[in-house]
T-cell receptor
Framework: ETGVTQTPRHLVMGMTNKKSLKCEQHLGHNAMYWYKQSAKKPLELMFVYNFKEQTENNSVPSRFSPECPNSSHLFLHLHTLQPEDSALYLC??????????????FGPGTRLLVL | SQQGEEDPQALSIQEGENATMNCSYKTSINNLQWYRQNSGRGLVHLILIRSNEREKHSGRLRVTLDTSKKSSSLLITASRAADTASYFCAAGGTSYGKLTFGQGTILTVHP
């Protein structure tokens, strides 16, 4: 256990559905991240939040909408997704972005399938 | 530009053998990290080496860093079947501490 939990672990949704992914960290960290992991591609950073403020949006389509109500919780709201959005979505946290040496702690991921 | 490209893409060895994975990156780094991922799971941090360090050990892991060649290697000694996983290097940038991951090496250790 890394101290980062994600729900649900698996999600199947149609292209017209709206769903949300949830991430919670119990480590007292101030930075949280969303990554997308597709087959045969490097891990892609999507969003970064630092002290609840979004500090990075890596040109992510607007059908992905993040929300960070506090430093412990991070959501990814999904709507009108495409089949190519099917992937493993990983949440991570770290002490704080901008520190010289940052180790990230990852959740187990949500396996998303868009039909 | 992409950082952290691993080589080889896949490695298959017998238990007890050593496994060496290499990583190259393109721009200046603050640190280089290695992570492990079991199939379909989250990543687990293994070891971090700072840009001013050349070698670091942790248990059966040995990491080297050559900043002049912009490369790093991860050596797992006396491998076990439980070491079967994907291994990723991640370059820690100098600006925000953001990590850029490579595509990973899939290691299979046969009992």
């Amino acid at each position: 256990e890394t101290g980062v939990t994600q729900t649900p672990r698996h999600l199947v949704m149609g292209m017209t559905n709206k769903k949300s992914l949830k991430c919670e960290q119990h480590l007292g960290h101030n930075a949280m991240y969303w990554y997308k992991q597709s087959a045969k591609k490097p891990l892609e950073l999507m969003f970064v939040y630092n002290f609840k403020e979004q500090t990075e949006n890596n040109s992510v389509p607007s059908r992905f909408s993040p929300e960070c109500p506090n430093s412990s919780h991070l959501f990814l709201h999904l709507h009108t997704l495409q089949p190519e959005d099917s992937a493993l979505y990983l949440c991570a946290s770290s002490q704080q972005t901008g520190l010289a040496q940052e180790t990230q702690y990852f959740g187990p991921g949500t396996r998303l399938l868009v039909l | 530009s992409q950082q952290g490209e691993e080589d080889p893409q896949a490695l298959s060895i017998q238990e007890g053998e050593n496994a060496t994975m290499n990583c190259s990156y393109k721009t200046s780094i603050n640190n280089l990290q290695w992570y492990r991922q079991n199939s379909g799971r989250g990543l687990v941090h293994l070891i971090l080496i700072r840009s001013n360090e050349r070698e670091k050990h942790s248990g059966r892991l040995r990491v080297t860093l050559d900043t002049s060649k912009k490369s790093s290697s991860l050596l797992i000694t006396a491998s076990r079947a439980a070491d079967t996983a994907s291994y990723f290097c991640a370059a820690g940038g100098t600006s925000y501490g953001k990590l850029t991951f490579g595509q990973g090496t899939i290691l299979t250790v046969h009992p």
